[in-house]
T-cell receptor, first 114, second 113 residues
Framework: DSGVTQTPKHLITATGQRVTLRCSPR?????VYWYQQSLDQGLQFLIQ???????AKGNILERFSAQQFPDLHSELNLSSLELGDSALYFC?????????????FGPGTRLTVT | AQSVTQLGSHVSVSEGALVLLRCNYS??????LFWYVQYPNQGLQLLLK??????LVKGINGFEAEFKKSETSFHLTKPSAHMSDAAEYFC???????????FGKGTTLSVSS
């Protein structure tokens, strides 16, 4: 158990809909990262937050957005969903931001868009 | 730009045999390198990491990796495979800003008895 929690575990929704994925980082971790894992694209970095502020963006679509709240939990919002958005979405956290700090991954949310 | 190449999408070994999973990286700055393991239907678990200093890094579950700058490699090894090692393994390097991990495509390790 990494200490990172994600809800829900599974999500099935229809095209065009909007969903929210939730992540609680390990106690004491200030940095939260979101990754998408799909068969064709592999593991891709989406976005990072540090202590409530956006720090870095990766291959995140404009239909996707995220935020980190004062209690440090984070939410990833996916809207106007398409079939291709079906994937495993991971949240990770680290104590600080920057290269050498280990990222601890949650169990993921599996999103299926039908 | 930073990138990672994992040679071999699938590696099969017998129980007790040497495990060697290959990873080559490209980085414009001194790299921070990681190996993660993913068991079916689970998240990623850190096996080991290289930041600076000793180039031979020991991790959990008997795994180790050696950073070779001249070869831009960070191969993962284990002297004797166990059935429980069957999983997918990912090599990763931090991006230039150090704000995210860039992963390889992964290598699936199968262990037969």
């Amino acid at each position: 158990d990494s200490g990172v929690t994600q809800t829900p575990k599974h999500l099935i929704t229809a095209t065009g809909q909007r969903v929210t994925l939730r992540c609680s980082p390990r106690s004491g971790d200030l940095s939260v990262y979101w990754y998408q894992q799909s068969l064709d694209q592999g593991l891709q970095f989406l976005i990072q937050y540090y202590n409530g502020e956006e720090r870095a963006k990766g291959n995140i679509l404009e239909r996707f957005s995220a935020q980190q709240f004062p209690d440090l939990h984070s939410e990833l919002n996916l809207s106007s969903l398409e079939l291709g958005d079906s994937a495993l979405y991971f949240c990770a956290s680290s104590v600080e931001t920057g290269g050498p700090y280990e990222q601890y991954f949650g169990p993921g949310t599996r999103l299926t868009v039908t | 730009a930073q990138s990672v190449t994992q040679l071999g999408s699938h590696v099969s070994v017998s129980e007790g045999a040497l495990v060697l999973l290959r990873c080559n990286y490209s980085s414009s700055v001194p790299p921070y390198l990681f190996w993660y393991v993913q068991y079916p239907n689970q998240g990623l678990q850190l096996l080991l990491k290289y930041t600076t200093g000793a180039t031979l890094v020991k991790g959990i579950n008997g795994f180790e990796a050696e950073f070779k700058k001249s070869e831009t490699s960070f191969h993962l090894t284990k002297p004797s495979a166990h059935m429980s090692d069957a999983a997918e393994y990912f090599c990763a390097v931090t991006n230039q800003a150090g704000t995210a991990l860039i992963f390889g495509k992964g290598t699936t390790l199968s262990v037969s008895s």
